[in-house]
């Protein structure tokens, strides 16, 4: 064959694969998130009146894309909700619910029935820190202050939606069910999805696996990081990842666990297979700085393709998809009283702990250490992981002094810092 053949060919069967990222509308990811983390949502707290608007918006997009409920669902005359029931802690410290009022959460449910045998997940939380009470904020005085959560996480609820109405007009897709399903109180604890994984109204048997987006909002053109969490809860994920990896050209930093801290974890203590798309941290977290002009919509519509076709091929797999279990960060996680208030670039692959954010107030502000360093020793222990990062911070006491050795541009910089 011709290399001007060859160069044609390679040219169609690109396009064809960058189909699915065209069939992604980035004009309906804007005005979902623009809507979702407005400030008429007031940060869409589990349980607000707010949230229940949220749950209102999404179930009118799935009624839209002509999705059905699930049996068992609440009878109302949109019936895709799926309440439940829990009580909310005081503080995060708190072991004891016994004296909270019990309140009322909502799932939202729509299920694409292609009478096929087995279904595919595809989830996200829509709650988020409301007015700060919950003491989850970043923000020193949070309270009283709207968290809209623009990235965390109407990003991946939008992506709910916009990839319920792309398989709702993908007709030639047959081979598994899609269940669309986003979650209230993951905040809280991932609640919604632990309520459902337990007393389900869709068989769980019959899930082949679960696509979880939590942060999708805020890829960096100039690095195209796409943190892909789960790889190792099947061995199909890897191939399957790179094989559509070919068309999209992202930086995919994988993390094998099926458990973090997000709704997958609820899935995969099920024996589910399950993936979790994160595009990393950024100062906004958990801060009511968090917004929707911040979002790379361009960039979220791409990540969505990327998932359409991740279905897609899944569906061409010779061989079956067979969960796995996978080293839990729970097993080896060391216990610690100290903390130097970073938020770490989970999305950074080198030698260290890179710097992301600052929180004011705390040892490493105080320290002088700044966004952009690279942690690379704590005391007398290097750090080239953050599992060292944590392990250092388990030898330190509160009000005990050490050096602190960062890596900053082309220098290695020694700080003094107090916890």
Same mark, same amino acid.
């Given at each position: ?21 065209? =069939? ?5 990811? /804007?005005?979902? %998130?623009?809507?979702? #983390?407005? &400030?008429?949502?007031? !940060?869409? $707290? ?89 003491? =989850? ?5 949070? /309270?009283?202050? %709207?968290?809209?959560? #623009?990235? &965390?996480?109407?990003? !991946?609820? $939008? ?99 099926? %458990? ?160």
């Amino acid at each position: 064959m011709k290399k001007t053949n060859i160069i044609v060919l390679s040219g169609i069967i690109a396009s064809y694969q960058f189909s699915f990222a065209q =069939n992604i509308s980035q004009k309906n990811i /804007e005005k979902h %998130i623009q809507y979702l #983390a407005s &400030d008429e949502l007031k !940060g869409r $707290a589990t349980a607000s009146p707010e949230e229940a608007k949220a749950a209102e918006y999404i179930c009118t997009q799935f009624i839209k894309y002509q999705l059905n409920p699930l049996p068992n669902s609440d009878t109302n005359e949109s019936n895709c909700y799926y309440s439940f029931k829990f009580k909310k802690k005081k503080n995060p410290h708190d072991t004891s619910t016994s004296d909270m009022p019990e309140l009322n959460g909502i799932n939202v449910i729509g299920y694409l029935d292609n009478k096929a045998e087995k279904t595919i997940v595809i989830g996200a939380h829509y709650d988020h820190l409301g007015l700060g009470y919950d003491h =989850n904020s970043l923000e020193p005085s949070p /309270e009283g202050k %709207i968290h809209n959560g #623009a990235d &965390d996480n109407a990003s !991946g609820t $939008a992506g709910v939606i916009e990839l319920a109405h792309y398989f709702s007009e993908n007709k030639k897709f047959k081979k598994y069910n899609l269940l669309f399903i986003t979650f209230s109180g993951e905040e809280l604890g991932l609640i919604g999805s632990k309520k459902w994984t337990e007393n389900p109204n869709y068989p769980l048997n019959k899930i082949y696996f679960m696509i979880n987006m939590d942060m999708i909002g805020r890829m960096n053109d100039s690095t195209k990081k796409l943190v892909v969490y789960g790889v190792g809860t099947s061995n199909q994920w890897v191939p399957l990842i790179d094989s559509v990896n070919t068309s999209f050209h992202f930086n995919i930093k994988k993390d094998s666990s099926g %458990i973090g801290p997000s709704d997958q974890t609820s899935f995969y203590l099920k024996d589910i297979p399950v993936l979790h798309f994160f595009t990393g941290q950024h100062s906004d977290y958990h801060k009511p700085t968090d917004d929707a002009d911040k979002i790379n919509y361009k960039a979220q519509a791409k990540i969505l393709g990327f998932i359409a076709q991740l279905i897609e091929k899944s569906a061409q797999q010779k061989e079956k998809m067979q969960f796995q279990k996978t080293a839990s960060p729970k097993e080896n996680k060391a216990t610690f009283k100290v903390t130097l208030g970073i938020m770490p670039d989970y999305t950074f692959d080198g030698k260290g702990v890179k710097v992301d954010g600052v929180s004011p107030g705390r040892p490493a502000e105080k320290a002088t250490i700044q966004k952009g360093d690279i942690i690379i020793q704590l005391g007398q222990y290097p750090i080239q992981s953050m599992d060292d990062y944590m392990k250092s911070l388990s030898k330190f006491e509160k009000g005990q002094s050490t050096k602190v050795k960062v890596k900053r541009s082309d220098k290695e910089v020694e700080l003094d810092i107090t916890f």
